[in-house]
């Protein structure tokens, strides 16, 4: 089942809410729909400074797009050591790192032939 445009655009505005609730940095949006065998049409990526943080991050992401759009997540993981968490909507993937994995893992560079639009954060 595919979302269509509109309901994706929603459900990245309620997970990028989720994670500025809780301050969240280093918001990129990857858009995967113009590539081939992709899992998925967009990744949602971002930073906590903290296994605590990203525990935060997670939470509010899903309380956010549940009060929203009574939708939860198709799958989680990551949440044992919290170094990098996430969190499966089918259509969209939020990925939340901790800073030093996120930049082991570097899944931007991964994903280079992608659109990627950086999320400005007023914190």
């Keep these: 089942m595919t979302l ?4 994706s655009d929603q459900l990245i505005t309620y997970i990028i809410q989720g994670i500025e609730d809780v301050k969240g940095d280093n918001i990129d949006i990857i858009d995967l729909r113009e590539l ?10 971002c930073s906590g400074n903290s296994n605590t943080q990203v525990n935060a991050i997670e939470s509010s992401v899903r309380k956010a797009v549940s009060k929203a759009l009574k939708d939860k997540p198709w799958h ?18 939020v990925h939340i790192f901790q800073k030093k994995t996120r930049e082991y893992y570097d899944i931007e560079s991964l994903w280079g ?9 007023n914190y």
């Design 113 to 121: 032939d992608a659109k990627i639009t950086s999320v400005e954060t």
């Design 4 to 7: 269509n445009n509109k309901n």
């Design 76 to 93: 989680v993981e990551g949440l044992e050591n919290s170094e990098w968490v996430l969190m499966d909507y089918v259509d969209v993937v």
């Design 36 to 45: 081939e065998n992709t899992v998925c049409d967009y990744f949602v990526v």
